[in-house]
């Protein structure tokens, strides 16, 4: 089965501080992909990262990095110099392969609540 | 460019009564699907379609229809409202190439059913 767990309910930092959101995943593809949503308060969701399953570098993107390690099926999301603007849920999710329904069957994790306060 | 559009954005309904909500995409993608977010659940995967006449279901499929008339089309019909369905639902669309980077959500649709 296919699962993505966050276990980190709610975060609550000061600005400034870095701040590092787990996702765990469980699946018995050996293509998948892996994904960060953000939700802020508005409610839309907006896409961050897709890396792929024979991908394993880290990225970065501004104050944004993300570090996934097969050995460990974990895709790790930090957030360094948090800002008041970061505050949002982020979901982390898992996509099986193309051919078994790939981005239309994502399965998410229930999401962290990141609280950045000034 | 609209990408993936849901209507409405709020809806309130009672108990036993119907209602679609609609979701419509203008980028062509062959695949759509529906999301209901729960507190505390993530997103739950409803039911989906690969192409237009082809759906299936998902993970919480009960109490839900949906049909795929056309590639941009894909409504989610209600078909008497429960409690147990206020829920804010997203739709996403995307292209079934594994190339291309993401799903694109909708706006969302809070339900709620008194």
């Known amino acids: 089965a296919q699962k993505v767990t966050q276990a980190q309910t709610e975060i609550s930092v000061v600005e400034k501080e870095d701040v590092t959101l787990d996702c765990v995943y469980e699946?018995?593809?050996?293509?998948?992909?892996l994904f960060w949503y953000k939700q802020p308060p508005s409610g839309e969701l907006v896409f961050l990262i897709r890396?792929?399953?024979?991908?394993?570098q880290n990225e970065i993107s501004g104050r944004y990095s993300w570090n996934f390690q097969k050995s460990t099926s974990s895709f790790n999301f930090t957030i360094t110099a948090s800002q008041v603007v970061d505050s949002a849920v982020y979901f982390c999710?898992?996509?099986?392969?193309?051919?078994?329904?790939?981005?239309?069957?994502?399965?998410f994790g229930a999401g962290t609540r990141l609280a950045v306060h000034p | 460019n609209a990408g993936v559009t849901q209507t409405p954005k709020f809806q309130v309904l009672k108990t036993g009564q119907s209602m679609t909500l609609q979701c419509a995409q203008d980028?062509?993608?062959?695949?759509m699907s529906w999301y209901r977010q729960d507190p505390g659940m993530g997103l739950r995967l409803i039911h989906y379609?690969?192409?237009?006449?082809?759906?299936d279901q998902g993970e919480v499929p009960n109490g839900y229809n949906v049909s795929r008339s056309t590639t941009e089309d894909f409504p989610l019909r209600l078909l008497s409202a429960a409690p147990s369905q206020t829920s804010v639902y997203f739709c996403?669309?995307?292209?079934?190439?594994?190339?291309?980077?993401?799903?694109?959500f909708g706006q969302g649709t809070r339900l709620t059913v008194v």
């Open positions: 996403a669309s995307s292209y079934s190439v594994k190339a291309y980077t993401e799903a694109f």
């Open positions: 699946t018995r593809d050996t293509t998948y992909y």
């Open positions: 890396r792929n399953s024979f991908d394993e």
């Open positions: 999710a898992l996509s099986p392969p193309p051919e078994e329904g790939g981005y239309n069957k994502l399965i």
């Open positions: 980028m062509n993608h062959e695949y």
């Open positions: 379609s690969v192409g237009a006449g082809i759906t």
